[in-house]
DNA sequence: CGCGCTTCTGAGGCTTTTCTGAGATCTCCG
DNA sequence: CGGAGATCTCAGAAAAGCCTCAGAAGCGCG
């Protein structure tokens, strides 16, 4: 169960010992939690079961590499924000990179003010606290987890009603599959059909039409 | 928001014309349709009022500058991506553009390719990979298991029927024997009509023309 | 401690998808 | 033209996926 006020939770894939420690330090100070894998192999693991807002990955890694581990990321449906750190500068190394699937890509030497702000830009959206994210005529707002109609309504959510509800108003109009969603807003440990309750307590609460069904895939919202 | 088949929207606030005006020529070469304001205030009208997918702003701007129009932009809850443009490279002056709303943030001299994979990256997160395979007139929604009308209009297929439409897709105007379909998206163990049941299926879903039978042979898309 | 709210489980029923098979229709070629 | 084989059409059974919901268990508060 996550806090009140949640940390946006970094996964850092770094195999340089002496570096990732000091980045994990510099995260921490500036209110990220931290997790760190030192191979591909162990980063993509977490990268597959993790629920993670953005992630940093070295380029170069030891059993897996760091953009392999990224199109593996991005093949099974992984959509958090990644950004590949890089000794190898050049533009088409970078371009690389970008179409790997990063969102951003910092060369190093790099400083770590530059990192920081990336960082922030990428994971602002999920973090804008005072904010609403939209839902189609309706608006989900962040900070009192309600969901406010047209008509100026407002109907109050539970923690796990509005985790959900936020996870799929994040990626409007994208495919969220059920083993996502269940790893994102719920314990592992929970059945396997805890979101098609959710689902069902949603549309309950909000009417049939906010989450459609895309059968064998997932669920959507936002859809056209 | 973007329509599948519609060119991503481009505004570009440029006050440079004729680095504008190559800036227009690659993008449009790339695909986008661009929109372009010579000066903070108009962009700051155009951003206003238009529809964009991604915004490209440059820093140094007449009237209004590119970092106060990016933050009154902000504030009116403006959430188009946007790439900061600059001649000021320094890791403040970078930090500066990112704090103040900027999604990613370019320096000057900068090579097309990376300007290209950047905005790539931006555009990629609104219509998460959004990856469509040509289908004649229409297009295939890899993500989505949709095919994509001309109109927009979407009709979305159960897994078998896109594993096979893909399957053909992924190599039209090739003749693609039944037993070939019958083992790549069916078990073997099915029937020996399968795959003519699943071409009945496409056909009444997307119409008679989609799939073409070749006598003896097999089946066809993209027939000329 | 008891009450109300939330979370989670699991079972039963419903819907969609998948697959089979059989008759109708078409194509090729002698 | 006519027949053999290929293809089309489609109803319905079986399987898989999804929805609904009651109730148990947990949590927070007075």
């Known amino acids: 169960m996550r806090e009140a006020v949640a940390k946006p939770r ?3 894939v770094e195999d340089d010992r002496e570096l990732a420690g000091m980045l994990g330090e510099l995260l921490a100070d500036e209110g990220y939690e931290t997790e760190a894998a ?6 993509l693991h977490l990268g597959l079961t993790g629920r993670y807002d953005v992630m940093v990955i070295d380029r170069r890694l030891p059993v897996l590499d ?10 099974r449906a992984v959509i958090t924000r990644v950004l590949v750190l890089s000794a190898l500068g050049d533009v088409a190394d970078r371009v690389a990179g ?16 530059e990192l920081l702000a990336r960082l922030r830009a990428l ?8 904010e609403c ?8 707002d962040l900070q009192r987890h309600e969901v406010v109609l047209p008509r100026g309504e407002r109907i109050t959510l539970s923690g796990r009603e509005f985790e959900l509800l936020r996870t799929l108003a994040q990626r409007p109009k994208a495919i969220h599959p059920r083993a996502a969603l269940r790893t ?27 989450v459609r069904t895309v ?10």
């Open 10 to 12: 970094v996964l850092l």
């Open 133 to 140: 994210l939209p839902l189609g005529a309706a608006a989900l």
């Open 123 to 130: 994971a602002r959206r999920d973090f804008e606290g005072a």
């Open 38 to 43: 030192h191979d591909g192999q162990r980063g």
């Open 98 to 113: 970008l179409d790997a699937g990063a969102d951003d890509y910092l060369v190093k030497p790099f400083e770590a003010e």
């Open 66 to 75: 760091g953009l392999e581990l990224l199109r593996q990321l991005r093949a």
């Open 184 to 210: 994102r807003v719920f314990a592992d440990s929970t059945g396997e059909s805890i979101v098609d309750t959710y689902v069902y307590y949603l549309r309950r609460k909000l009417g049939r039409d906010v």
């Open 215 to 224: 059968h064998g895939l997932g669920y959507q919202i936002g859809a056209v």
